[in-house]
């Protein structure tokens, strides 16, 4: 959405009356209904509002980090509520990055105070990632404050997966595995509006099966409702293990040449994804020598260490290992951090930003995409403008902090590793489902969200839908007919039936 049509967007709505719903305070909204309030249309600010008649609660409340956009854009669009703040009752918390929680300490600036129930291990990697979050270093116009985020981080209620919590409304709550994340969760609902229970599955984000680490997402039998992520609705990605040879191959080659392996990673779950890679390989014997593995980054090397205690939380075959006294972060040459300036001999060096953009990865690469023996990995997606997406194209030189590099490293682009599912399969968990009432496709941009919608339509039997921002649908009305016939009452007689008539 541009800025002009979000803007007119919001004019045409609050003139219309729709804007500003007195959330679960009016009579006419006893009715269960939710309301899109973020990641339409586009994959940041998810922000889901869901009123069961009785309360009214979040699913997300993320940033909106899109970049491209001018710095008064963004923080305009964080700012902006389609709801009071005050009217909200709790939040569920699918996982702990950003775009999907990170905007919680504003709305405890705006006045919310309720619980945020999320799994233990969200409540952990939280206590990290929330202080991490730029707005609240930013100069400028900071939306919230370190106070805001110390208040959202002791409202934190941490839940076990798959065990079922009544909250004081009634609600029922539990969380599924996502495998997106180390704590990344679905959350499945369950509540009773009119004398009819309802339930929904809110899928967070979907992990890649291909991930090595964390178990596969679970799935329901069956539900009224899902509301689904769609980052991939229209990509596929590499398979694995030609992935897993490729990386294999370009650090053999590397290392062997003398150079460096730069990899830009994620501090959370993609560094630990490629640590573990690493192990493996080294373990099966599968380069021909010797390099030391340094992970430039003190929070990375923090979120490994919550990862390791969370064992219990991985892929089976991992815990097997595990009990075997095989550990999967620790393996001969890995180091915390590199030695300063120039780094002697074959190596692999992890740091952030995943895109290239901030971080410590931005000095390794200065040093060693001028030289023909190095390589860069990228394992994340590259958006367009990043230095990431440059170098992936070709570009050179390429400017680093106002420094003109050459490129002459080899660049690779290894997609398996993306902590996200594609449509392929998002649709074979979906149809690991009996019933699916409706799926409400969120988190894409329109392309990857109408691409995952038609391939839904091909191949589960399930109705699907692409809510726009802030949609709002009564959820009784998308309840199959003959429901809602059996409550319509008969006519009396012909003579009422005419008087109906005319
Ligand atoms: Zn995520």
């Known amino acids: 959405m541009t800025r002009k049509s979000f803007l007119l967007t919001i004019c045409l709505l609050t003139a219309a009356g729709l804007l500003f719903v007195p959330a679960g305070r009016a009579e006419a ?107 609240i270093r930013s100069d400028d116009r900071p939306i919230f404050s370190e106070t805001h985020v110390r208040r959202t981080l002791a409202n934190l209620v941490p839940l076990e997966y798959h065990r079922t919590y009544t909250l004081p409304d009634g609600l ?90 730069v990899i830009p990673t ?52 991992i815990r097997e290992e595990i009990e075997d006294r095989r550990l999967p972060f620790s393996f001969p040459g890995l180091r915390s951090f590199p030695p300063r300036g120039r780094i002697p001999g074959p190596a692999v060096i992890l740091a952030p ?29 590259q958006a367009p403008g990043s230095l990431g997406r440059e170098i992936l194209e070709g570009k050179s030189p390429v400017r680093i902090d106002r420094r003109t590099v050459p490129v002459r490293a080899e660049a690779h682009y290894l997609s398996s590793f993306s902590g996200h599912a594609d449509y392929r399969q998002i649709g074979e968990w979906l149809n690991r489902s009996d019933r699916i009432g409706h799926i409400f496709i969120i988190h894409g941009q ?3 969200s109408a691409g995952l919608k038609r391939h ?14 802030l949609d709002k649908v009564y959820l009784d009305t998308l309840l199959p007919q003959e429901e809602k016939e059996e409550e319509e009452p008969e006519p009396r007689d012909e003579v009422t039936r005419e008087a109906m008539v005319r």
Request: charged share 25%; aromatic share 12%.
């Open 29 to 135: 909204d006893s009715r269960p209904y939710l309301h899109f309030c973020g990641a339409n249309g586009t994959i940041f600010g998810s922000t889901t509002l869901l009123h069961t008649g009785k309360s009214t609660l979040l699913l997300d409340c993320g940033l909106f980090q899109e970049e491209g956009y001018p710095e008064r854009e963004v923080e305009r669009r964080n700012r902006f509520l389609p709801f009071s703040a005050r009217d909200i009752d709790y939040i569920i918390v699918s996982h702990v990055h950003g775009d999907h929680m990170g905007r919680i300490p504003y709305l405890v600036r705006r006045g919310f105070n309720g619980k945020i129930y999320c799994t233990k291990a969200t409540a952990e990697l939280a206590e990290i990632m929330l202080p991490l979050i730029e707005w």
């Open 446 to 448: 329109p392309e990857a």
């Open 266 to 317: 994620y501090v959370l779950d993609r560094t630990q994804n490629v640590l573990y890679t690493l192990n493996r390989l080294i373990r099966e014997d599968a380069f021909d020598r010797t390099f030391n593995v340094y992970v430039d980054s003190p929070y990375a090397n923090r979120l490994t260490g919550i990862y390791r205690q969370h064992y219990h939380l991985f892929h089976d075959d």
């Open 353 to 381: 930003s995943g895109m290239a953009d901030t971080g410590a990865v931005r000095e390794h690469l200065a040093n060693y995409l001028p030289d023909p023996n190095s390589s860069v990995i990228f394992v994340g997606y």
């Open 172 to 261: 029922r709550l539990r969380f599924l595995e996502a495998g997106h994340i180390l704590g990344s969760a679905m959350a499945y609902l369950e509540f009773e509006n009119g004398g009819r229970e309802y339930s929904l599955l809110y899928s967070g984000d979907i992990g890649n099966p291909a991930n090595p680490l964390l178990r596969r997402q679970d799935s329901v039998e069956e539900v009224d409702f899902l509301i689904t992520e769609s980052t991939y609705g229209n990509r596929l990605h590499n398979d694995p293990e030609e992935d897993r040879e490729a990386f294999r191959k370009v650090v053999n080659d590397t290392v062997a040449r003398g150079g460096k392996v």
């Open 456 to 469: 839904i339509e091909e191949v589960t039997p399930f109705p699907a839908s692409v809510p726009a921002f």
